[in-house]
């Protein structure tokens, strides 16, 4: 935790907060505000890289004391020597009004299947369109929160305003990211914490995809596809993790949450002339395992989802870059002399005789978030292309 410093404050403290609030399933929504009075101050003196710990647990101390005596949250928290402070509520609505937290402190938790994603908050890089969108959409239908992280910025920001005029409440929150590049993850990041304190869900969905020989790829194309595809997991984990470990500490290590890659079934098996991305895919099963067993002492699980192929997204179907075309183009299917032709042979390799869908992948996302007892997983959703063994 050496990066925790008084000049990241507003990056480090609102993940502590929202810890703090956590039931065991789910926590509040902490959202940093300028220049509104706080309803309980909290110290930071002597905040520094190795005290997080002792810090977090002073605070904790003062927020139990505050919600046992008047049996309810405090609408505000502050910091001594800010000059901002962070709402507290089941929503980020409620949290910017500061009106109260309409939940009890003393309520347990609800564990039923049926409620496992209700007010969790999820982040969704690549969520403007496609895959991403639909498990976008998704996770705002099971009742939860997500952010919308892409560098579609347009796209992201009007699938945003149409989900929150959709629930009639803020529901889904655009983001502009390349998760390529380090600075704009951190960025990404720092604007979660201030937002909604923090997350429960790290889906790490955005993805390219160049087909080629290996004979004939250049490589800036192997290279474009696997700096998204591999590195991007990578640098998303790198500082998504930062946030949720500081989360655990402020529930004093009892606060489970998760980041999942939407790997590939091609991370599962070779695929012909599809090297890059294949190999990109494989790669992030590797980090996969590796994140989990490192990230596990903070109560992070990390696992990946290896969909199959999902025939009606754009990947695959639009006319002009999409897979089919591709892969006509590239001569993959033997015999294929038309996008429909290259279609039919792919379906034909599912014992379930379709291509996979949103609702499939979801599925196994609210699976792997109500798993407690699973980490380092790579979980195949390919109606059994793929099975393991």
């Given at each position: 935790?050496?990066?925790?410093?008084?000049?990241?404050?507003?990056?480090?403290?609102?993940?502590?907060?929202?810890?703090?609030?956590?039931?065991?399933?789910?926590a509040l929504v902490v959202t940093v505000?300028?220049?509104?009075?706080?309803?309980?101050?909290?110290?930071?003196?002597?905040?520094?890289?190795?005290?997080?710990?002792?810090?977090?647990?002073?605070?904790?101390?003062?927020?139990?004391?505050?919600?046992?005596?008047?049996?309810?949250?405090?609408?505000?928290?502050?910091?001594?020597?800010?000059?901002?402070?962070?709402?507290?509520?089941?929503?980020?609505?409620?949290?910017?009004?500061?009106?109260?937290?309409?939940?009890?402190?003393?309520?347990?938790?609800?564990?039923?299947?049926?409620?496992?994603?209700?007010?969790?908050?999820?982040?969704?890089?690549?969520?403007?369109?496609?895959?991403?969108?639909?498990?976008?959409?998704?996770?705002?239908a099971e009742g939860g929160y997500v952010?919308?992280?892409?560098?579609?910025?347009?796209?992201?920001?009007?699938?945003?305003?149409?989900?929150?005029?959709?629930?009639?409440?803020?529901?889904?929150?655009?983001?502009?990211?390349?998760?390529?590049?380090?600075?704009?993850?951190?960025?990404?990041?720092?604007?979660?914490?201030?937002?909604?304190?923090?997350?429960?869900?790290?889906?790490?969905?955005?993805?390219?995809?160049?087909?080629?020989?290996?004979?004939?790829?250049?490589?800036?194309?192997?290279?474009?596809?696997?700096?998204?595809?591999?590195?991007?997991?990578?640098?998303?984990?790198?500082?998504?993790?930062?946030?949720?470990?500081?989360?655990?500490?402020?529930?004093?290590?009892?606060?489970?949450?998760?980041?999942?890659?939407?790997?590939?079934?091609?991370?599962?098996?070779?695929?012909?002339?599809?090297?890059?991305?294949?190999?990109?895919?494989?790669?992030?099963?590797?980090?996969?395992?590796?994140?989990?067993?490192?990230?596990v002492t903070d109560n992070i699980k990390?696992?990946?989802?290896?969909?199959?192929?999902?025939?009606?997204?754009?990947?695959?179907?639009?006319?002009?870059?999409?897979?089919?075309?591709?892969?006509?183009?590239?001569?993959?299917?033997?015999?294929?002399?038309?996008?429909?032709?290259?279609?039919?042979?792919?379906?034909?390799?599912?014992?379930?005789?379709?291509?996979?869908?949103?609702?499939?992948?979801?599925?196994?996302?609210?699976?792997?978030?109500?798993?407690?007892?699973?980490?380092?997983?790579?979980?195949?959703?390919?109606?059994?292309?793929?099975?393991?063994?």
């Open positions: 935790m050496t990066q925790m410093t008084k000049e990241s404050v507003k990056s480090w403290v609102p993940p502590i907060i929202r810890g703090m609030t956590s039931d065991g399933e789910t505000l300028e220049d509104v009075q706080a309803e309980l101050q909290l110290p930071l003196h002597g905040a520094g890289p190795f005290e997080i710990e002792e810090l977090a647990a002073s605070w904790r101390t003062r927020y139990s004391r505050f919600c046992a005596e008047h049996a309810r949250y405090p609408r505000t928290i502050g910091l001594e020597g800010t000059s901002w402070s962070m709402g507290l509520g089941i929503s980020y609505d409620e949290a910017v009004r500061t009106s109260g937290v309409s939940k009890d402190p003393a309520a347990r938790a609800d564990n039923s299947r049926g409620a496992i994603m209700k007010r969790k908050v999820s982040l969704v890089t690549g969520g403007a369109q496609g895959f991403g969108e639909g498990i976008v959409r998704s996770l705002v952010y919308i992280a892409d560098l579609n910025t347009e796209g992201a920001r009007t699938l945003a305003l149409q989900l929150n005029s959709q629930a009639g409440s803020t529901v889904a929150f655009s983001l502009a990211v390349n998760v390529t590049d380090e600075d704009s993850v951190r960025q990404m990041m720092d604007s979660v914490a201030s937002t909604t304190g923090s997350l429960d869900l790290f889906v790490s969905n955005a993805g390219v995809l160049k087909a080629g020989s290996v004979k004939e790829m250049s490589l800036a194309d192997f290279q474009f596809v696997t700096s998204v595809d591999y590195t991007g997991f990578f640098l998303c984990t790198k500082f998504a993790a930062r946030q949720l470990a500081l989360q655990n500490i402020g529930s004093d290590h009892a606060y489970m949450t998760d980041i999942v890659a939407i790997s590939s079934k091609s991370g599962l098996e070779g695929s012909n002339k599809n090297g890059a991305y294949a190999g990109a895919k494989f790669g992030t099963i590797g980090l996969t395992q590796s994140f989990a067993l490192e990230l990390v696992n990946a989802i290896c969909p199959g192929n999902f025939l009606d997204g754009p990947l695959w179907s639009d006319p002009e870059r999409g897979l089919f075309v591709q892969y006509l183009r590239a001569g993959k299917v033997p015999g294929a002399n038309t996008v429909a032709d290259v279609r039919r042979a792919y379906e034909s390799k599912v014992p379930l005789n379709r291509g996979c869908r949103t609702e499939d992948v979801v599925r196994a996302l609210c699976y792997i978030v109500e798993q407690k007892y699973e980490t380092g997983q790579a979980v195949p959703v390919t109606g059994g292309q793929v099975m393991l063994n």
